[in-house]
C-alpha cells in the first residue's frame, strides 16, 4: 500500500483559490489510479476528480468541472488539487486516495486513504 499525506487545507473566502497536495511514500503512485474525495455533515464521502494510472484525468464531480483541476508528479511521488473559484458548498474534508485500479472512481477500489485536510470557505 501507499502511505499518503495531504496538506494544504486551510480557511478561505468565497472566490479564492487553493491547492491540496498529497505526498505519497512507501510505494510509487506510478501504477495507481489516484483520486481526491470530500466528505461533509450529512453528506457522506464524495468523489471530486481522479486520474487512471497513467495519469490521464478520468472523471471529475460535475460541480467542480471547469474550477478544480487534478494533477500528479510521479517524480515527487504527489496528487494535487487545484481549486479555484471556491465556493461554500466546497467546504470539506478534502481525502486523497489510491487504488490498484488501472482507472475508477468507485470509494471501495481505492485501498490507501490519506487522513484529509480540512477546507473551509466562507462567505
Not at 474525495?37 to 484525468?57: C, H, I, K, M
Request: aromatic share 12%; charged share 20%; proline share 2%.
Amino acid at each position: 500500500q501507499v502511505q499518503l499525506v495531504e496538506s494544504g487545507g486551510r480557511l478561505v473566502q468565497a472566490g479564492d483559490s487553493l491547492r491540496l497536495s498529497c505526498e505519497g511514500s512507501g510505494r510509487t503512485f506510478g501504477n495507481h489510479a489516484m483520486a481526491w474525495f470530500r466528505q461533509s455533515p450529512g453528506r457522506g464521502r464524495e468523489f471530486v476528480a481522479a486520474l487512471d494510472w497513467a495519469g490521464n484525468t478520468f472523471d471529475y464531480l460535475n460541480s467542480v468541472k471547469g474550477r478544480f483541476t487534478i494533477s500528479r508528479d510521479n517524480a515527487e511521488n504527489t496528487l494535487y488539487l487545484q481549486m479555484n473559484s471556491l465556493k461554500n458548498e466546497d467546504t470539506a474534508i478534502y481525502y486523497c486516495a489510491a487504488s490498484e485500479y488501472v482507472r475508477t472512481c468507485v470509494p471501495r477500489d481505492f485501498n490507501s486513504w490519506g487522513q484529509g485536510t480540512q477546507v473551509t470557505v466562507s462567505s
